[in-house]
């Protein structure tokens, strides 16, 4: 009896060991769409694909196809090694990184409209409404 009781949940553990990478791979789909952001190391328009320096994944080869869609950058030809603040959503096609997106992010302003930089919701009087009061 007591072997019967050890054998039953080591059977369990090994079961849902060999079910774990089946489980894994099941949202391959939605674990294949990636986004970096960093500075392009080079331009290939032979192979339309460029690298791109991740600071936390390291460098990346990202093909661009006519479906790319680019933001703040006026198409692939204006990509040139150096570029800083680049970002690319990328899926998995063929064991290749392929651009969806290619954005030029940053640049500073303001969003959002008003405000002039202050933590008074644009009241630069602190919420007094004048100093006349």
Request: glycine share 18%.
């Amino acid at each position: 009896m007591r072997f019967i009781r050890t054998i039953a949940p080591l059977a369990l553990v090994v079961a849902a060991t060999a079910a774990a990478p089946a489980a894994a791979a099941a949202p391959a789909g939605s674990a294949a769409v990636r986004q970096f952001e960093g500075t392009v190391v080079s331009v290939d328009p032979g192979s339309r694909t460029f690298r791109l320096r991740d600071t936390e994944r390291g460098t990346v080869r990202i093909r661009v196809t006519g479906s790319t869609r680019f933001e703040r950058i006026a198409g692939f030809s204006a990509l040139r090694a150096g570029m800083t603040n680049i970002e690319s959503t990328v899926r998995r096609s063929g064991g290749r990184w392929v651009a969806t997106d290619v954005e030029r992010s940053g640049g500073g302003g303001q969003h959002g409209g008003g405000g002039g930089g202050d933590d008074n919701g644009g009241d630069r009087h602190g919420g007094r409404g004048s100093d006349d009061s």
